[in-house]
């Protein structure tokens, strides 16, 4: 099995769902990966007649069968459409498929929803194994990817989810041939006497340094390495827009570690990054 063999989309035919469709179609293509487009249709109301809901379930599975059918065509694409609770059965089915990896839409747009994770992004994000890579958090997502993977930032907190989150990156920048970026955001300066800052802030940043370059040398990565102070979720979105980061990968499975916050801070950089952000 590749890196990507299998890739989970769940599909609600929403514009944001399609965006999320088009980046998966780019994936499957890199890894000759198998597309999975899950659909999962609420349990029937009590007063709807056994015929009436089974009429909708066929109309569901036709406008299934027909979502980005053209687009996707010669990339191997299985279609299944299931009954129950959205978050709980895509969690289910991605455990039970082995997937790779869940692609989808974060479903927040507007001046106050841009603040908010839709309720079965955040039960997936908190409950499945594998990565999830969740579309820009944005009034105005982009439609899909404008041009191949270029720049890559893979943001981590030092803990022992950091290894895992720089590999996964690595798989990515080795199959784009794209540029990686390892971002470290460390405590901000904390008030001291005059002249403190300075020596603090040398030793905190010469510290995290060497635990950034011990973190490339045991996964074997290479590439750029930034350690800037302030809170993770604001230090990485300022380098999103800085480095033209075209996706973040982040931790989000194990307890922060000794420098940092960033497994505490997910949804807060989830919600205000310009791009997609992988949590591995």
Excluded at 38 to 51: K, N, R, S, Y
Excluded at 72 to 99: F, M, N, S, T, W
Excluded at 161 to 172: I, N, P, R, T, V
Excluded at 246 to 259: E, K, N
């Amino acid at each position: 099995m590749g890196f990507l063999a299998r890739i989970l989309v769940p599909v609600d035919f929403s514009e944001r769902c399609v965006s999320a469709a088009r980046y998966a179609k780019m994936l499957a293509e890199q890894f000759q990966a198998e597309l999975v487009l899950l659909h999962v249709m609420a349990p029937a109301p009590v007063e709807m007649g056994v015929e009436v809901w089974r009429r909708h379930a066929a109309q569901l599975e036709q406008q299934l069968h027909q979502f980005l059918d053209g687009e996707l065509a010669g990339i191997p694409v299985r279609r299944v459409l299931l009954e129950g609770d959205p978050a709980a059965k895509i969690v289910a089915y991605a455990h039970e498929q082995h997937a790779d990896l869940i692609l989808m839409p974060t479903h927040g747009f507007g001046p106050f929803r841009r603040f908010i994770l839709g309720s079965n992004t955040a039960k997936i994000l908190h409950d499945v194994e594998c990565p999830v890579w969740t579309g820009a958090h944005m009034e105005e997502a982009p439609p899909g990817p404008s041009s191949p993977i270029a720049n890559i930032l893979c943001a981590v907190d030092l803990g022992t989810q950091s290894a895992k989150a720089l590999s996964w990156a690595m798989e990515l920048q080795k199959q784009f041939a794209a540029r990686l970026i390892l971002l470290h955001a460390t405590l901000a300066i904390p008030a001291m006497a005059k002249g403190a800052e300075a020596n603090w802030n040398v030793v905190v940043r010469s510290a995290a340094q060497k635990e950034l370059e011990l973190l490339q040398k045991q996964v074997g990565a290479t590439g750029e390495l930034v350690v800037e102070a302030g809170e993770p979720a604001q230090v990485i979105s300022a380098a999103v827009s800085r480095l033209n980061a075209d996706v973040v990968v982040i931790g989000r499975g194990s307890a922060a570690g000794g420098f940092g916050r960033l497994r505490t801070n997910a949804y807060a950089v989830i919600r205000q990054s310009a791009c997609p952000v992988v949590s591995v």
